[in-house]
């Protein structure tokens, strides 16, 4: 099949209908807006729904009647507008209702900017709304794996019943590159437990109360024994060059890209230097790391955002190998050299130590 | 033992018993003399006389009325608070030939869901609203509601609601009366029997317009809280017979039930094997004749491209990046973005790469498209040694010189206002940088441009441009083959 130069934001909702998803509710930010009006060129052409909503508040709960009358269904923001979903992705994980979310992260906190960032890690990664619950995360780092994962984001919502997020930064979302697209899905049958206004469905309840105790704490182990399953089967990471890794670079979206540049540089200098990147950021890769730690002098995580994702890596290493961390923010993109230097850097002190071990 | 006919019973779409309670099966979780119990008998009724029990998908959000699938024996969904329009719009429209019906509080709909229930009405979603207005906030215990009377004493309105600091009651009827798409708004009472008759009337007729799919209805009902209000039975419903009407006028308020037409059905979908034409995805095409001969030639073209917004710089690149793919080699394509789209400079990074391409972040360029004089300001020093560096200028300005990167400067610009647009400079810069460095073939670059540009005159100019560009580098020596 021929491959088609393609922007990310726009394989999204093309991978999205092929995929069968006819249902689109969303609200306008930069820099997600291109999924959006993409969505609304295509949706009804294909003979779905696509409605700008008054509110994200609004969209996430679209989202959630969509999904509880048993349809495909998605949205996508940025940042502010993640933030005002969380409620309803609470309320979606309670209920146990699939949902693709797109986040194109932006800068933040507040108004920020529109420049890319990835500083939505914690409020995605960790379920940013109320109560005991996870979404799965999906982390493209190319436009490739923005029409792939979202393809799988849908099949991911469905068997866990679960909102699962595209996480993906405004560079990924605003650049285009070669994609190859799978060929049509048919809109898959509603699924048994949906609320259809049928005979058959007549006896369905979505509902995410429990009023007794006992009900809900058995209700919060169940979505609990699904992330433990999704854990153990879904986990999903790129090992780029890590055979013989003495230096592991941590990053996804954008940054692997870069990471895997200074790969090259590095290895051009004489340095064993590999590349984790989590392509799931929930589940966790933690396994792999914990592999990868065994061999690894170092790691070196590097984020468009505070140290969000240095928390995992190390939760993950457990103080077994140092975890470095290089960080840019608000909007700023670290250059391979400038990955490069800061390599150096970590890496010389480390060289010293262990001339002085064996010295 | 003597024989009896039933002459009222438990509407048929209620639940024989109710065991989706924990306890008390047999009787509802609401207070003596709560309207709540009146209006779902209502609903109730009118469902089983439209014939739509197995239709019915009932809506309830957050308040007391949250229970109200332990009762009714239809599809339920329960929501998130205040958002109960939102929800059934998009249930409504997931599922066409389903009865939608949203039943909200006064807090929930019209404080919280006060964004959301005004939308869907202005949207005229095809859904049934029962808004159920006591005045208060009953499920958490009595606190001050956007209809709560003036001068009422609620938990959080100690010395009794004041117009200065909470405003006056919200008028929910007359408010969404005033939008063009809602089809049907009447606002009844539970003050009596014969009120309690017409509110039945006016449920019963909010539902059938959904029945016959017309648009927006919603009946308020002004209901007692016995408990909160802190008043017998008897005496609550006295208070919303008497007292609740100089506030809250009883009344239809819109009713166009006989003019209005069906809301549109959505159209039949599309056959499946239809979609990927109408998403112009390329499946099963067969591969172009340059793909299939992929390049032997070590390419890895790393371009920046920077200038003014409207100097075509996303579009040289996107030109260059989609000849790239027909050549079969890997591309990518990086945009500036945002506010910088709309005014000032612009800028992108284009790789084309024989190997696949790691970053499309172009740091260290080997060429370097500088449509203006700022551009080449900021970017000149990062070309790497024996790059190109095409610049839009009859000369390099002073001080900007470097010896060791190959240098076209040409007003590209004016050449191509000669041609006829002088937005066509882009295309002129390209094809000075295809003839300079020899890549790409004649063939690609012209299909990338059909694909990219749709007016046959543009194509013209363009192709002029691209000639135009090519003899320029051809001129100053520049030529690769």
Redesign the interface.
Known sequence: ?????TKGNEAIV?SA??AGC??F?GYPI??ASEIAEAAAL?MP?????F?Q???E???I??????A????R?MTASSGPGISLMQ??IS?LAG?ELPCVIADIMRGGPGLGN??PEQGDYHQVVKGGGHGNYRTIVLAPDSVQEMAGLTALAFDLADEYRNPVVVLAD??IG?????VE?P????PRPAPGWA?????E?????????Y??PDGLEAHVRKLDAKYRQAEEREVRAEAWRTEDAEIVLVGYG?VA??L??V??QARACGLAVGLLRPITLYPFPSGELQRLSRRARMFLVVELSNGQLWEDVRLAVEGRTPVELYTRVGGN?P????VLAVLWGKARPLAEREELVHG | MASYTVAYEKSKSFFEAYE?K?ELQHQTHYCPGCGHGIVHKLIANAIDELGI?????L?TPVGCS??A?YYF????????HG?AA??????K???P????LSYQGDGDLAAIGS??I??AANRGEGITVIFINNAIYGMTGGQVAPTTLLGQKTTTTPFGRSEWNEGYPLKVAELLASLEAPVYIERVGLGNNKQIMQAGRAVRRAIENQVRGLGFSLVEVLSPCPTIWKLDPVDAQRRVREEMPKTFPLGVFRDRTKEAAARPR?????P??E??R???????????KA?SQRSTIQVDLRVKIAGFGGQGVLMLG?VL??AG?DAGL??????S???EMRSGTSNCHVRLASRP?????V??PNALLALNEPSLDKFLTSVEAGGWVLYNGAALPDGCARADVHTISENFTQLADELGDSRAGNMVMLGALLEATGMLSGDSIRTALERLVKSQRWLEIDRQALGRGREVARRGGFHAS
Not at chain 1, 201 to 209: E, P, Q, Y
Not at chain 2, 97 to 100: E, G
Not at chain 2, 266 to 270: S, V, W
Request: one cysteine or more; proline letters at 7%; aromatic letters at 6%.
């Open positions: 099949m021929r491959k088609q130069l093309k209908i092929l006819r249902t509710y930069t820099p295509y052409q294909a003979g779905g729904v409605l909503a008054e509110s508040v609004a969209a709960n679209m989202l959630y009647g969509a509880a009358a048993g349809v269904c409620e309803g309320y209920a529109i420049a405004g560079y605003q650049m285009m590159e070669p697209f060929p049509a899905s048919a609320v259809q206004g049928t005979a469905a007549r006896r369905n309840l979505i509902t995410s109360i009023l007794e954008i890209r870069v895997k540049a790969v090259e993109v250059s391979a050299e400038e | 989706r924990a029990q197995d239709r019915t998908i809506i949250v229970f699938y024996d239809t599809g339920n969904i329960q929501s998130a958002r939102a929800v059934a719009t998009a249930v429209r997931a599922r030939d389903s009865i939608v964004a959301e005004l939308h959505p159209p039949a979908p599309p499946i094997a979609i990927p109408i998403l112009s995805v390329a499946n099963g095409l067969p591969r172009t793909e996107e990046a989609e793919l890997e591309v990518s394509w990086l945009p973005y945002g506010p391409i790691d970053s499309p972040l740091s260290r």
